[in-house]
């Protein structure tokens, strides 16, 4: 029984956590290596832009990538 109510814990904890979340504007600061989904109009419908950040003296990467309805949570960039 313990069991069955630990497995069931971590999965009420685990499932809101898997959710991608896009923000409408590209961060100013963004530590290198982590990553931020942004809305932008230059990607294709149904996509957004894959902003990776870079170490000091690098550009960022970006890439338009697609992401299902079920992963993404819409919100707005706090500066």
Request: aromatic letters at 2%; one cysteine or more.
């Amino acid at each position: 029984m313990r069991i069955l109510a630990s497995v069931l814990v971590v999965s009420a904890v685990a499932l809101p956590c898997s959710a991608q979340t896009v923000l409408k504007s590209e961060p100013l600061i963004l530590a290198p290596y982590e990553i931020a989904f942004v809305q932008d109009p230059s990607c294709t419908p149904g996509k957004v832009l894959k902003v990776t950040g870079a170490i000091r003296g690098l550009h960022r990467r970006r890439m338009c990538v697609a992401l299902s309805a079920e992963q993404v949570s819409l919100t707005v960039a706090t500066p």
